[in-house]
């Protein structure tokens, strides 16, 4: 089984664009997305029917929640910058499927005697607003996936890719849970300005016992990151959204 997942798009359609271009090249048995489809750019309703039409399983991102409190206003003509212009321009059928979306997945596999339980959030489990860094203590990551029943945890948020494997076992008694992080198609934050998105492989004999048998494999796919940046300062977002884009921070 190999699974695409992506997450953080931020309405940056150039760089959805060439995910899709690259991601269909690939042999995939699904996709999933973690969420995050708006905010810092201005192509909000184009990436999110570009979704809607692959009819990608999604869930919902803190920032695709935003759009509850913020509204198409009369000041949206306003020729003040400011980060809400972002949410403000969302159409109504768009902003309706949003909060509509899902907070999280789970996916169970049942392979041989063993079972995987596959849980898909956009921050943690406990909050969409909880940043899964790579440095916390194995003490509290090994209690949340307990907590969560999670051997593979899938998250997105903090838009800085890495897959950290956990012994839960005790008593010489293996037990081993993935976290992965699929970094960010359309607004890294790890130096690397190209769209990540990560391909998941489960094996036929994959099992808790084992870490080998889930492989994670961190794409990443050059688009025309100027068009993004230009894309920001022609509109009535602050110009530090494109800056953040050319330097992947």
Not at 2 to 8: E, N, T
Not at 43 to 58: E, F, H, M, S, Y
Not at 182 to 187: A, C, D, E, I, L
Request: glycine share 6%.
């Amino acid at each position: 089984m190999r699974i695409a997942l992506f997450s953080d798009i931020h309405a940056n359609l150039p760089a959805l664009e060439a995910f899709f271009k690259d991601v269909e090249t690939r042999d995939t048995d699904a996709i999933y997305c973690l969420g995050d489809l708006v905010g810092y750019n201005v192509w909000p309703n184009q990436v999110i029917d570009l979704v809607r039409k692959r009819g990608i399983a999604t869930i919902a991102g803190n920032h695709d929640l935003k759009v509850a409190k913020i509204y198409p206003s009369e000041d949206v003509c306003s020729t003040e910058k400011s980060s809400d212009y972002a949410y403000k321009l969302v159409g109504e059928k768009e902003r309706e499927y949003l909060l509509t979306l899902p907070r999280h997945l789970d996916v169970e596999f049942r392979l041989n005697t063993d079972s995987l339980n596959m849980l898909l959030v956009h921050g943690s489990p406990r909050s969409i607003n909880e940043y899964l860094l790579e440095e916390l203590p194995p003490d509290y990551v090994t209690e949340m996936v307990k907590e969560f029943k999670a051997d593979i945890l899938c998250f997105g948020h903090s838009h800085k890719p890495y897959h950290r494997i956990i012994n839960s076992g005790e008593d010489g008694d293996d037990y081993f849970h993935h976290l992965i992080n699929t970094g960010s198609v359309g607004k890294p934050k790890d130096g690397d300005a190209r769209a990540c998105y990560v391909m998941l492989t489960i094996d036929p004999m994959a099992s808790t016992k084992s870490p080998d048998g889930v492989q994670v494999k961190f794409i990443r796919v050059k688009y025309d990151v100027e068009k993004a940046a230009r894309a920001v300062e022609l509109s009535l977002l602050p110009d530090a959204f494109a800056d953040n884009l050319r330097k992947a921070c």
